[in-house]
């Protein structure tokens, strides 16, 4: 299924997280800004646009995301983390929690 949204590069992989399906990109708003969205997989089914809800995040990326659920055993909490190339010439790795609402 198609989507409306864009990327300037392919996309992190789907990702399980929170009993729902996450998927993250690096936009064409011209900054880079990286998004999350989860996968409505009804939607694939029915043909139609599977990507409603997009949080965009501050952080700008000039390559594709990473995206990975992380389980906190010991306290039980889910937590979803981002990793990017930034976009200040230097190469370096990124990393942040996605706080979902």
């Not at 864009?6 to 011209?30: K, N, Q």
């Not at 997989?41 to 000039?62: F, H, M, Q």
């Not at 390559?63 to 992380?70: K, N």
Request: aromatic letters at 8%.
């Amino acid at each position: 299924m198609r989507s409306a949204q864009r990327s300037i590069c392919e996309p992190a992989a789907f990702t399980p997280f929170r009993d729902s399906v996450y998927i993250a990109w690096t936009g064409t708003d011209g900054a880079g800004h990286l998004n999350v969205a989860p996968v409505d997989l009804a939607a694939v089914k029915a043909g139609t646009d599977p990507i409603g809800a997009v949080y965009t995040l501050p952080e700008t990326s000039i390559a594709a995301p990473a995206l990975v659920p992380q389980m906190d055993w010991d306290h039980g909490n889910h937590r979803l983390a981002a990793f990017w190339t930034g976009t200040d010439g230097s190469g370096a790795l990124n990393a942040c929690e996605v706080v979902l609402p």
